[in-house]
């Protein structure tokens, strides 16, 4: 059967049209049953950035919510400390081809200590002390929403500190060795998002963690903790 090419482009589209309506109406419903695990980007930190740095946040961002739409077993994902009237959410509005408050991501103006008990929390920060263990349904884990080029230590965890609100670092340490010891542990907030969707379906951190850090940060698995996943 012979289909000509504007033909096969329309039948195309509409395919990709629909399976992203039904991927957002998935997110939509994520969110309306309250039962997946919760993840919210702080937007508290936009005074710290540049301009340039924004925009570097406003690509991430979109990352994550693509990682999201194409999650198997997406999080509850919300935006947090969020302003309609940020240089960020104009950014954003271009970035992602659409206003945020239009797509099925939990947004809220209020900080996520005004949402949530201070002791469901966890905030993520490259520089807590203590590494996290494993995800649990029943908190909320906070990202902040930063792109430092020079990465300024401690931003996230003197928020955190500052509001109670417990502090955990990815456990990097706990299951890879790093060759290459001039590279930090930080990592962007979509490559850390990826990371704890990976971990949801498998429970495995060193493939998970693997997946996300580039090759040239020099990590390694520890062989001891190696699991049939990486094998
Ligand atoms: C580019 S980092 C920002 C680094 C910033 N200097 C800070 O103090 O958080 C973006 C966000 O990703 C998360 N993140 C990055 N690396 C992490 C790690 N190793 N452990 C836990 N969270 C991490 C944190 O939530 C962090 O705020």
């Known amino acids: 059967m012979y289909i000509c090419s504007s033909r096969l482009v329309c039948f195309l589209r509409n395919i990709h049209r629909n399976v992203r309506g039904e991927r957002r109406q998935r997110l939509q419903d994520v969110i309306h049953a309250g039962n997946a695990l919760k993840v919210a980007l702080d937007f508290g ?10 925009r570097t946040l406003s690509n991430q961002v979109r990352e994550v919510y693509s990682s999201s739409l194409r999650a198997e077993d997406p999080f ?20 992602m081809n659409e206003d945020p408050f239009c797509l099925p991501i939990d947004m809220r103006e209020e900080k996520v200590t ?12 490259p520089d807590a002390v203590t590494a996290l263990e494993t995800l649990d349904k029943t908190k909320v884990y906070v990202l902040g929403a930063v792109a430092d080029k020079t990465v300024k230590k401690r ?26 010891p001039s590279y930090t542990a930080t990592m962007t907030i979509n490559q850390v998002f990826d990371i704890l969707l990976m971990y949801q379906t498998t ?29």
């Not at 509850?76 to 970035?95: D, G, K």
């Not at 005004?114 to 993520?124: A, G, K």
């Not at 928020?159 to 670092?169: D, L, T, V």
Request: net charge positive.
């Open 45 to 54: 930190f936009d005074d710290t950035m540049s301009e340039k740095e924004l």
């Open 76 to 95: 509850h994902l919300l935006f947090t400390n969020y302003s309609r009237t940020s240089l960020l959410h104009s950014l954003l509005c271009r970035t």
């Open 114 to 125: 005004r949402l949530f008990p201070r002791e469901d929390i966890v905030f993520l920060t």
């Open 155 to 180: 931003l996230t965890l003197d928020a955190a500190e500052g509001s109670g609100i417990a502090a955990r670092r990815l456990p990097i340490k706990e299951y890879l060795h790093q060759t290459k």
């Open 203 to 231: 429970g495995d951190w060193t493939a998970s963690l693997l997946s996300a850090i580039p090759p040239r940060k020099g990590f390694i698995a520890r062989d001891e903790d190696r699991q049939t996943y990486n094998k």
